[in-house]
């Protein structure tokens, strides 16, 4: 899978990291999104998908990795 985060879009809500809490993470200086090093291809899809239709923001995009068409490539990030 792939994730990405628009921090111009993120209000620092924390759904995100209610959901996948591996995964995402809130920067203790503005409270906006930040995406967890290399936790994308460990995570599981649902726990992605679940944290994208909660974010009230619509900051979160998952896509399937156009590589593999499977969800156990490499995530990006596009903080
Ligand atoms: S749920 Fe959305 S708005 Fe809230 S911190 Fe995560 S990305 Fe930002």
């Known amino acids: 899978m792939q994730v ?3 921090k111009d879009r993120c ?6 990291v209610m959901a996948a809490p591996d995964v995402f993470d809130q920067s203790e200086d ?3 999104v930040l995406l967890r090093p290399g936790a994308v ?5 649902t726990d ?3 944290a994208a239709g ?3 923001a619509g ?6 990795d156009p590589r593999t068409g499977s ?5 990006t990030v596009d903080a």
Request: proline share 3%; net charge negative; with cysteine.
């Open 59 to 64: 900051a979160i995009t998952v896509r399937e």
């Open 71 to 75: 969800g156990d490539a490499d995530g």
């Open 30 to 32: 503005d409270g906006l």
């Open 48 to 50: 992605l998908e679940l």
């Open 4 to 6: 990405s985060v628009d």
């Open 41 to 45: 291809e460990q995570a599981a899809r």
């Open 11 to 16: 209000c620092g809500a924390g759904q995100c």
């Open 54 to 56: 909660l974010c009230p």
